[in-house]
């Protein structure tokens, strides 16, 4: 079946580091692919997404490029901020409206 | 616009207890999803809508979860009876149903706890 994998986090980085979240996935065919922020206490948020192969989502300093030959959407951002902290969700969709979401990685990011 | 409203953003309960979430989701949108959301499982589709119809309920655990949309700007998810097991953040999320665009927006949640 469809299926997102995500790194293991939580991802722990100082202020202004290069971020990297990796992503893979595995579906039948050419799914659309996302990535969704989850604040603390809140709902999740579309950050960035991608229809087709070599598409580059982006959005508030993150991209993320649809690789079809690896099979993966990495999230990337060229210096984080604390208030970047949060879990960061792939997703991809291939059933019209019903998203495959990944695990979580959870981004910490310190002063 | 308001977004997609959930209530109540938090429920304790005790087990046994009859629970049921809410959700408005934003005027206009055709579907409309219900999500669990727990450490150990992630984040988990139990069901979902398109123009107040049922499309899929096979993420729905067990006989105790019914979900209904009576109209399009409202729908429940009950848990009868619930159990400790239930304990989870319960999110509703709604889009618009348009070939070029699959964007769900999401509601804060509800964060249930079943003592």
């Known amino acids: 079946g469809n299926s997102v994998t995500q790194m293991e986090g939580p991802v722990t980085l100082s202020e202004e580091a290069f971020l990297t979240i990796n992503c893979t996935y595995t579906?039948?065919?050419?799914?659309?692919l996302f990535w969704y922020v989850q604040y603390p206490g809140e709902g999740l948020q579309l950050l960035l997404k991608?229809?087709?192969?070599?598409d580059k989502g982006s959005n508030k300093g993150f991209e993320a490029t649809y690789r079809k030959e690896t099979t993966s959407f990495h999230l990337e951002k060229g210096s984080v901020q604390v208030s970047d902290s949060a879990v960061y969700f792939c997703?991809?969709?291939?059933?019209?409206?019903?998203?495959?979401f990944g695990t979580g990685t959870r981004l910490l990011v310190s002063p | 616009d308001a977004g997609v409203i959930q209530s109540p953003r938090h429920e304790v309960t005790e087990m046994g207890q009859e629970v049921t979430l809410r959700c408005k989701p934003i005027?206009?949108?055709?579907?409309l999803f219900w999500y669990r959301q727990t450490m150990m499982r992630g984040l988990e589709l139990l069901i979902y809508?398109?123009?107040?119809?049922?499309?899929?309920d096979s993420g729905m655990p067990e006989d105790r979860f019914s979900a209904k949309m009576p109209n399009a700007s409202f729908s429940t998810l009950k848990i009868q009876p619930s159990e400790p097991r239930d304990s989870a953040v319960y999110f509703c999320?709604?889009?618009?149903?348009?070939?070029?665009?699959?964007?769900?927006?999401f509601g804060p949640g509800t964060r249930l706890t079943v003592t």
């Open positions: 997703a991809l969709n291939m059933d019209f409206q019903k998203l495959v």
């Open positions: 991608a229809t087709k192969a070599d």
């Open positions: 579906a039948t065919g050419y799914p659309s």
């Open positions: 005027s206009g949108h055709d579907y």
């Open positions: 809508f398109n123009n107040n119809v049922p499309i899929d």
């Open positions: 999320a709604s889009s618009l149903g348009t070939l070029s665009s699959y964007e769900q927006y």
